[in-house]
């Protein structure tokens, strides 16, 4: 059986037009927020994550 070149550990990545976005993508991102809140890096939140998510796949809303 082929295996999913999308597929790493189980998780596959998010195609948006043509940049893949990885779960490790997302995790660095949610990462680098964390930090900018003044939070270690090791204390990334859902709400990093989903924000992370949100920039990376292009849905985040842009503020006026």
């Known amino acids: 059986m082929t295996r999913n070149p999308l597929e790493k550990d189980g998780?596959?990545?998010k195609a948006t037009g043509s940049v893949m976005v990885t779960p490790?993508?997302?995790r660095d991102r949610a990462e680098a927020l964390?930090?900018?809140k003044g939070r270690d890096a090791r204390?990334?939140?859902e709400?990093?994550?989903a924000r992370a998510r949100?920039?990376?796949t292009n849905q985040a809303i842009a503020k006026v």
């Open 34 to 36: 964390a930090v900018m």
């Open 43 to 45: 204390d990334v939140t």
């Open 47 to 49: 709400a990093d994550l």
């Open 24 to 26: 490790k993508m997302v």
């Open 11 to 13: 998780l596959k990545a």
């Open 54 to 56: 949100r920039e990376l």
